[in-house]
């Protein structure tokens, strides 16, 4: 199901070939992606290579989904015969709009004809800015900053202004909702720059934020440790529950965070967004459906959520160590043979066993994320209700498996 003219357009990370498929398989109206250099997930995510392009761009448009480039790091002079290969690279495979946060990168986008967005990264709190950048840009994400109120505001003076892009229609506002947040004034951070001469700010964050710090007085030599918080790591932001006051707010755009982050976690939040999107526009929109889907989100990797600075909040909100998750993945085997007609996989079983009653988790380059319970399986060729390492598992699927895939069991995380 995909974007209607009167819905909120919900973003997807594709940070590799499993997650983009994930992202069209559960209800994406459009995916963000990395081609090799000068995205700000340069080192974290898989990323493509240039030749990649056309498929990337070919699989969405099979499935009615927009692909944007984000091409929005700090540009040098050394980078900009690249950054103009990656822009007439992306105008010749087809990709609907760059995303982008340096001016020169604007210029070379509007000269090939491509349709540019504007980064976070350029830091847009107010409509005089906005202005200034409708020259170049039809889509602009807001400071992650601004709460609500000051969105809607600007949100109301593009309508009363008649504030338009280079298309012609109305600038649309995208904002974060859901994923990391960074301690740093919209992403704009030095500290591993400093601290391991790795540029945040040109794909190459070391994440130094998020580990645990003690703050020692230097004058007694007293060590603190501050309750276990990690004091630069906020927790992931969450919308979900108060989406009924972004829609109000104007917003176009909701964008999930992601690229560096496993192709459930893709196919999980991009399918629980897309239930309440829908939700929205039907009536559907309820307190009951809202405790289920913060549930369903909390089963794939998070460090605890909160509602960033959108309802008027000054401070941030503190993770703990590790994934919060309520359900973790165990590798267990590969895939190995796909019968079409009967729809059955199997799996050779690499690692741990699998019993009749598991949950499994199935990911591939072409297959995206599967998640199912094993129902009925035949080991070794014999109906079975368990199977151990080095058996051959088969199991009723409905879509096709491939022997890039890999068999994973979900099981609980104690946390």
């Not at 906005?130 to 601004?146: G, H, Q, W």
Request: charged share 25%.
């Amino acid at each position: 199901m995909r974007k209607q003219p009167d819905k909120i357009e919900l973003m997807a990370p594709a940070g590799s070939w499993e997650a983009l498929q994930a992202a069209i398989d559960n209800g994406a109206d459009s995916i963000y992606f990395g081609v090799e250099q000068l995205n700000m997930r340069a080192m974290s995510s898989i990323n493509f290579e240039l030749d990649d392009l056309p498929e990337i761009v070919s699989r969405c448009e099979q499935n009615g989904v927009r692909s944007y480039l984000t091409l929005n790091t700090i540009v040098y002079d050394h980078d900009l015969l690249m950054a103009k290969k990656l822009i007439q690279a992306a105008k010749d495979a087809g990709v609907s709009a760059v995303i982008v946060a340096d001016q020169a990168i604007m210029f070379m986008a509007r000269e090939a004809g491509l349709e540019v967005h504007i980064s976070t990264q350029i830091n847009i709190t107010n409509v005089e800015t906005l202005k200034f950048y409708s020259t170049f840009a039809d889509t602009m994400v807001l400071s992650r900053e601004l709460s609500l109120r000051q969105v809607k505001h600007i949100t109301e003076q593009i309508e009363k202004q008649q504030i338009k892009g280079p298309s012609g229609r109305l600038i649309e506002i995208e904002i974060f909702g859901h994923g990391a947040l960074c301690m740093a004034v919209s992403g704009k951070c030095h500290m591993s720059l400093h601290t391991y001469n790795s540029s945040a700010n040109r794909g190459a964050c070391k994440q130094n934020c998020r580990k645990p710090y003690i703050v020692i007085d230097k004058e007694s030599g007293i060590e603190l440790e501050i309750d276990n918080e990690y004091i630069m790591s906020p927790k992931d932001l969450m919308v979900l529950d108060f989406l009924d006051q972004v829609k109000d707010a104007g917003v176009k755009v909701l964008k999930i965070e992601g690229r560096g982050r496993a192709p459930e976690y893709v196919a999980t939040t991009v399918k629980t967004y897309r239930e309440a999107i829908n939700a929205l526009y039907d009536g559907g929109f309820t307190s009951e459906r809202i405790e289920r889907w913060v549930k369903q989100l909390a089963t794939v990797y998070n460090r605890g959520f909160w509602s960033g600075y959108y309802l008027g909040k000054k401070l941030g909100e503190w993770t703990t160590p590790g994934s919060h998750a309520t359900q973790k993945k165990i590798y267990i085997g590969r895939g190995w043979h796909y019968y079409p007609k009967a729809k059955v996989a199997e799996f050779k079983l690499e690692a741990f066993d699998l019993k009749q009653g598991d949950k499994i988790l199935i990911t591939g380059p072409t297959t995206g994320v599967i998640e199912t319970v094993v129902d009925q399986m035949y080991v070794n060729d014999q109906p079975g209700t368990k199977a151990q390492k080095g058996d051959v598992v088969s199991i009723k699927i409905d879509k096709k498996i491939r022997l890039a895939d890999k068999l994973y069991k979900l099981v609980k995380n104690e946390i």
